[in-house]
Structures are given as structure tokens and as C-alpha cells.
Nanobody, 126 residues
Framework: QVQLVESGGGLVQAGGSLRLSCAAS????????VGWFRQTPGKEREFVAA????????SYADSVKGRFTISTDNAKNTRYLQMNSLKPEDTAVYLC???????????????????WGQGTQVTVSS
């Protein structure tokens, strides 16, 4: 079992930046693939970014490519999502997810993840 806690969300103006953190407890995080997703009311959970446990291979949704960066700090048992050049359409609850796997293919589907955090709200004003 691993417990995930997101932090770093908030209110920011368009063009601004935020860094989200996904801190893990309970197990060593280095063997877990991690994904970031976002959700808005009435819409399905949307893939944002993912990173593999093996090789640190990353994948991004087209809508965030070039603006968002997912990264790892195994010493802190934490994954990050650096979000730059934010747009109002990035407004959502952002959730991190994890699964114990050594696949080298980043996981983009929510159903492939076993553990989820509670989410952190990101609001981008125009």
C-alpha cells in the first residue's frame, strides 16, 4: 500500500506557473509508475503526464506538451508536475496516481493505476 498526497495547487493568473507535488508514504516510491490527471465537473478524468519507474520515461498530453514537466525526487519519495504558461483551460482538480510496475511504457489510462491522491485544485484566471 502507498498513500499519496498532492499539494501545490492554488489560484494563478494566466501565463503564470505552479509546481504540484505528489508525496508518497508507506512504500518506497522509486518502483512506482506515476501519472498526473485532471478533472473538471461533468467531465471524465483527463490524462496530463506520466513517468515510468524504470528509466524515467515521460509522456504528456498534447494540450500540455512543452508547458508541463513531470519529474522525480526519489530521495524525497515525491513526484512533481511543473506547470508553466498556464491557461484558463488548465483549471481543474489535479490528481496523482501510482502503480507498482517496472514497465517502460508511460501509463496514460486511469484504470491502470492502483493508488490515487485526493487531488489539489488549480485555478487559472484570465
Amino acid at each position: 500500500q502507498v498513500q499519496l498526497v498532492e499539494s501545490g495547487g492554488g489560484l494563478v493568473q494566466a501565463g503564470g506557473s505552479l509546481r504540484l507535488s505528489c508525496a508518497a508514504s508507506g512504500r518506497t516510491f522509486s518502483d512506482y509508475a506515476v501519472g498526473w490527471f485532471r478533472q473538471t465537473p461533468g467531465k471524465e478524468r483527463e490524462f496530463v503526464a506520466a513517468i515510468t519507474s524504470t528509466g524515467g520515461i515521460t509522456s504528456y498530453a498534447d494540450s500540455v506538451k512543452g508547458r508541463f514537466t513531470i519529474s522525480t525526487d526519489n530521495a524525497k519519495n515525491t513526484r512533481y508536475l511543473q506547470m508553466n504558461s498556464l491557461k484558463p483551460e488548465d483549471t481543474a482538480v489535479y490528481l496523482c496516481a501510482a502503480s507498482w510496475t517496472r514497465t517502460m511504457i508511460p501509463r496514460q489510462r486511469p484504470g491502470l493505476y492502483d493508488y490515487w491522491g485526493q487531488g489539489t485544485q488549480v485555478t487559472v484566471s484570465s
